[in-house]
């Protein structure tokens, strides 16, 4: 099994957004037997609950499920990802300081993984508002990621 994990601030905007638009690719390409998803947030505000309404809605208007998923705070454990795909820089930092140096190595952001991307952190829509932006930017983010995670394992 590959696991992968998306890691943002408070796991209710955008790393719950990453992991159910990865959960359709994964699944388009019969690949759910062999990519474990999941997702948390560096802070622990909001564990338990769902996604925030504005990553609910634009799931929805792109006919992808979201009301499943519920808020847990990153922990050391989550060593055990391969994948551990932060939403911005500061998420990163964030991770790095309670993960083992060992496994320092799984830890990317996402948007590094977009050649032509001019943003690299996916901003934060809890403040900005603009959950199409994040849409867009994570949409794009999890293509590249299937691609390099089939060709890393020769899928
Ligand atoms: P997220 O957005 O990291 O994309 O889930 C945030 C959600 C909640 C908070 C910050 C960011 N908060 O401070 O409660």
């Not at 959960?23 to 388009?28: D, H, L, P, Q, Y």
């Not at 808020?71 to 820089?89: E, G, H, L, N, W």
């Not at 993960?99 to 190595?105: K, M, Q, R, V």
């Not at 829509?125 to 867009?136: A, L």
Request: overall charge negative; charged content about 30%.
């Amino acid at each position: 099994m590959i696991n992968v994990l998306f890691v943002c601030l408070g796991n209710i905007c955008r790393s719950p957004m990453a992991e159910a638009v990865f959960k359709v690719k994964v699944a388009e390409e019969g690949l759910e037997e062999k990519i474990h998803i999941d997702s948390a947030g560096t802070g622990g505000w909001h564990i338990g609950k769902p996604p925030h309404e504005g990553t609910l809605s634009i799931l929805r208007e792109n006919n992808i499920k979201g009301d499943d998923l519920s808020a847990r705070q990153f922990s050391p454990d989550d060593k055990r990802f391969d994948y551990i795909v932060a939403m911005d820089d500061s998420n990163a930092a964030n991770i790095k300081e309670v993960l083992p140096e060992e496994f320092h190595g799984s830890v990317f952001r996402l948007l590094d993984l977009v050649e032509d991307s001019t943003e690299k952190d996916v901003p934060d829509p809890y403040f900005t508002g603009n959950f199409q932006e994040v849409y867009r930017l994570v949409e794009s983010g999890c293509s590249q990621l299937l691609i390099k995670i089939k060709k890393e394992h020769n899928m």
